[in-house]
Antibody
Framework: EVQLLESGGGLVQPGGSLRLSCAASGFTFSSYVMCWVRQAPGKGPECVSSITGDSIYTYYAASVKGRFTISRDNSKNTLFLEMNNLRVDDTAIYYC???????????WGQGTLVPVSS | EIVLTQSPGTLSLSPGERATLSCRASQSVNNNYLAWYQQKPGQPPRLLIHGASSRATGIPDRFSGSGSGTDFTLTVSRLEPEDFAMYYCQQYGSSPLYTFGQGTKLEIK
């Protein structure tokens, strides 16, 4: 059974930093593109960053480029998102999601909440 | 930059009725890499349709997707009580690499 479990969320002040983790199990982690998808309250999802299985290619949405860094440790089946210089509009639930062979997100974690507020 | 516009914003129907949800792209979707998701409160999105018309594993056959290019449709043939939720479309390939629509709320009339 595919499982994705996020951790690391929590209240942070504007300008602060946070590191999210996503522990994966039930599939060959290194074979899949993984994404961090966030959803602000009452809004649609937004993929903010993705990374190929071999970590060679990464993608960042314009809204987070230069502030967020995605990485993965295939030996530990874990995905990371380092978030710096956080802003109030980064407030969201952050999900990790597996990108399937048809470029859709076929499995999602339950998410971790990141409120950015002073 | 590609934009996905979903309509209507809210759709009010009764169980047993047919639902038709629209997703229009501002430019052609690359290789019809268009997906549909269902989301219920407090849950992550759930993949329903990928490649514009292929049902994901375990999705009932009352859900169907169609369309190509810039116009896509999600149809629920006979609404069940558990189908009332938010629905999002999503594309892959055009800049930005992944884009979601703003969603359609399917509510009980």
């Amino acid at each position: 059974e595919v499982q994705l479990l996020e951790s690391g969320g929590g209240l942070v002040q504007p300008g602060g930093s946070l590191r999210l983790s996503c522990a994966a199990s039930g599939f060959t982690f290194s074979s899949y593109v993984m994404c961090w998808v966030r959803q602000a309250p009452g809004k649609g999802p937004e993929c903010v960053s993705s990374i190929t299985g071999d970590s060679i290619y990464t993608y960042y949405a314009a809204s987070v480029k230069g502030r967020f860094t995605i990485s993965r440790d295939n030996s530990k089946n874990t995905l990371f998102l380092e978030m710096n210089n956080l802003r109030v509009d980064d407030t969201a639930i952050y999900y990790c999601a597996r990108r399937g062979s048809t470029y859709a997100f076929d499995y999602w974690g339950q998410g971790t909440l990141v409120p950015v507020s002073s | 930059e590609i934009v996905l516009t979903q309509s209507p914003g809210t759709l009010s129907l009764s169980p047993g009725e047919r639902a038709t949800l629209s997703c229009r792209a501002s430019q052609s979707v690359n290789n019809n890499y268009l997906a549909w998701y269902q989301q219920k409160p407090g849950q992550p999105p759930r993949l329903l349709i990928h490649g514009a018309s292929s049902r994901a594993t375990g999705i009932p056959d009352r859900f169907s997707g169609s369309g190509s290019g810039t116009d896509f449709t999600l149809t629920v043939s006979r609404l069940e009580p558990e189908d009332f939720a938010m629905y999002y479309c999503q594309q892959y390939g055009s800049s930005p690499l992944y884009t979601f629509g703003q969603g359609t709320k399917l509510e009980i009339k």
